[in-house]
């Protein structure tokens, strides 16, 4: 099973950048659905970018135009690239990937995807 780790976490100030990598033990190529999720404290977890079947992607409205999601050339590293942070966008995020054909019917849920990193601290400070 793919292995997943997450780094670039930080604190930052709100308008600021940050980039999100999640760097996978084997090629993701053959995964359906590969995205970043976020959990706020005391609130559930939720998409905020999906690439799938592909080159599609996906982007929860409270991100786009400021969160961009990639795969790099190697099809090893899944990046969010995140843009005009705000404080709202605090939250441990987490990337997870399927090789379920499931995800494409809701590419948010959490259950068909089965495999997770353990997560990278956002913390935006106003």
């Known amino acids: 099973q793919v292995h997943l780790v997450e780094s670039g976490g930080s604190s930052v100030q709100a308008g600021g950048s940050l980039r999100l990598s999640c760097a996978a033990s084997e090629y993701l190529g053959r995964k359906i659905c590969l995205g970043w999720f976020r959990q706020a404290p005391g609130k559930e977890r939720e998409g905020v970018a999906i690439h799938y079947s592909g080159d599609f992607k996906w982007y929860a409205d409270s991100v786009k135009g400021r969160f961009t999601i990639s795969l790099d050339s190697a099809k090893k590293t899944l990046y969010l690239q995140m843009n005009s942070l705000k404080p709202e966008d605090t939250g441990l995020y987490y990337c997870?990937?399927?090789?379920?054909?499931?995800?494409?019917?809701?590419?948010?849920?959490?259950?068909?995807?089965?495999?997770w990193g353990q997560g990278t601290q956002v913390t935006i400070s106003s």
């Open positions: 997870a990937v399927s090789d379920r054909v499931s995800c494409l019917t809701d590419i948010t849920g959490s259950g068909h995807y089965n495999t």
